[in-house]
């Protein structure tokens, strides 16, 4: 949905409830857990991770490592960072990691089923050139798949009721999908759907259609 073929007043209530009703048509809610429903869709497919090393290297030693539980599933797994070290050691240990600035205009040489933003969004100064760089490397009938905290969420709402700080420190925004329509229209890409993976049973089965339930947004973004 590109709102400014519809309006000129980024305000326009009247473009607000079709946002509204746009988004609400292309959300939908998962019971399962998010890592698991990450590895079922990459699952014998090709995969390039951003933001793969997580960190740093003693994230790598977790069993919950991202990179780690995608190489086990995909038929093919590029891991993409900033982080030239950790990248390089891990490189020594057998993974393909490139060291790469996602924001850049930099091709890699190879589009992918999937390319994985794991709670990368947040942390850039420039997410609209984080998804060209995305969309740059996806193949034709790909997906983008973006995980970002939910300012929304529950937990956080109270945590900041009681002044007590959530945030990561390097995180410097949140995204809602409205903003991640925006991000997708300026990035000349299209916001395909949105997930949420409610918590707190049995109150997402209550609110169905709260998002306060769920801590993070998976945005799925595609070629226009």
């Known amino acids: 949905m590109d709102w400014t073929k519809l309006s000129i007043d980024p305000c326009d209530p009247d473009i607000q409830k079709r946002m509204q ?8 809610i998962e019971k399962i857990d998010y890592m698991e429903w990450l590895l ?16 740093d290297l003693s994230y790598t030693e977790k069993p919950s490592w991202k990179h780690k539980r995608l190489k086990d599933v995909c038929s093919n797994l590029t891991g993409v ?15 393909d990691i490139r060291i790469c ?10 589009k992918y089923d999937f390319v994985v933003l794991g709670d990368v969004l947040e942390h850039v100064e420039n997410p609209v050139n984080l998804l060209r760089f995305s969309i740059r490397h996806l193949k034709e009938n790909g997906q983008v798949i973006a995980k970002t905290p ?4 529950v937990d956080n709402i109270r945590n900041f009721a009681r002044s007590k ?3 990561n ?10 903003m991640a ?25 209550i609110f169905p259609k709260s998002d306060i339930f769920t801590r993070d947004f998976v945005y799925i973004f595609s070629h226009a």
């Open 21 to 28: 009703v746009f988004l609400q048509s292309i959300r939908s």
């Open 81 to 95: 960072d900033i982080l030239e070290e950790p990248a390089v050691e891990l490189n020594k240990r057998g993974y």
């Open 169 to 178: 420190f390097e995180h410097i925004a949140w995204y809602t999908p409205t």
């Open 181 to 205: 329509l925006e991000i997708a229209r300026r990035a000349e890409c299209r916001l395909s759907a949105y997930v949420v993976f409610p918590r707190k049973r049995p109150w997402p089965s």
């Open 165 to 167: 700080s959530f945030v």
């Open 40 to 55: 079922g869709k990459v699952k014998g497919t090709t995969c390039l991770d951003i933001g793969a090393v997580e960190h």
């Open 150 to 153: 939910n300012p929304y969420y």
């Open 101 to 110: 600035d996602a924001t850049s205009e930099e091709y890699l040489g190879s």
